[in-house]
């Protein structure tokens, strides 16, 4: 009989290093939010991919950048702390992007951890660079790993989008875990909270089509979320009310768009999301208030939940 195994796998790297996707594309469907922007993770994501021979438990963190705010700060003291409690640290390398600083930094925290902890190298989005690429890329990985001490267990190119070696990914993963028996019921694919993927979910939407005009200033707080009452058990319907919050006035007039026409673009696309996500007919009502300069307040940072 073959061995179960089950633990926790980190995935690391510089915000934009293809994190998020690869989480998704190893649970098979959406737990963590994506977009084009860095920085879009703030919450650690807990992806489950559930397999005969094992569970893999995949911690999705923000990305290692340098700190510019008390918000800043605290992402980064998350990742750091995430990374002493698993069992695999795997650093994403994009394949369309040489080796940086950023990733050097990032790697030399890496080499300070503990004995025990495994670390595996993988080059993600190989889709955006050519065969020639990707090969120059794996020596310089293997050679940051020479430079500063690390072993790598693996250095595995994959492509989430076009999903080549995700499953070899989950493989190699799946084998350094420890032995034991699984840690979350057959089915669960994740142990967010719904109100927090409610949120990322609310928060991806209003951050998809602001480019630049928004970085990182948008908050959302799912205030209130349950099942509407009097509802005939065919017809159920699942009102959500959240609150969008931004920096500064310029900046809920560019959420709220003319005439209402962008929160209301955002309102529809999010609904959609949560309803697949959740399976049920979603009610959303929300709402942008400003929370003046809350990145930098640590008051508001904990009302916001950071």
């Known amino acids: 009989m073959s061995t179960y195994r089950s633990g926790f796998a980190s995935f690391v790297g510089r915000p934009n290093a293809g994190k998020s996707t690869l989480t998704n594309a190893l649970v098979g469907r959406k737990v963590a939010i994506t977009s084009d922007k860095p920085q879009t993770t703030r919450t650690v994501v807990r992806g489950i991919v559930h397999r005969e021979d094992g569970q893999l438990i995949l911690v999705d963190t923000p990305g290692l950048h340098r700190p510019r705010t008390l918000l800043g700060e605290r992402l980064n003291d998350l990742v750091e702390a995430t990374w002493t409690e698993v069992d695999v640290v795997a650093m994403c390398f994009p394949a369309n992007e040489k080796v940086g600083p950023g990733d050097k930094h990032i790697a030399a925290n890496l080499a300070k951890l503990k004995k025990g902890i495994t670390r595996v190298a993988v080059v ?33 190119p994959v492509s989430s989008v076009s999903g080549d070696q995700v499953a070899l990914l989950a493989d190699l993963l799946l084998a350094r875990l420890p032995e034991g ?46 099942m ?3 509802r005939p058990e065919d017809k159920p319907l699942l009102d959500v009310h959240a609150n969008l919050y931004v920096e500064r006035d310029s900046q809920k007039g560019i959420v709220i768009g003319h005439k209402g026409s962008r929160l209301k673009d955002v309102g529809k696309r999010a609904r959609l999301q949560i309803s697949e996500l959740l399976g049920v007919p979603v009610y959303l009502d929300l709402h942008v208030k400003i929370a003046k300069d809350w990145q930098r307040d640590p008051r508001q940072l904990r009302k916001l939940g950071f």
Do not use: C, F, N, Q
């Open 124 to 156: 993600t989005k190989t889709d955006l660079a050519s065969p020639d690429r990707i090969a120059e890329h794996l020596l310089d990985i293997a050679a940051v790993g020479h430079e500063l001490g690390i072993e790598w267990a693996e250095i595995v």
């Open 181 to 226: 028996p699984p840690l979350y019921p057959e089915g669960e694919l994740t142990d967010s909270p719904d109100e927090i993927l409610v949120a990322e979910l609310i928060r991806e939407a209003a951050l998809d089509g602001v480019r630049d005009e928004l970085p990182h200033s948008i908050a959302v707080v799912v205030e209130e979320m349950g």
């Open 228 to 230: 509407r009452e009097g």
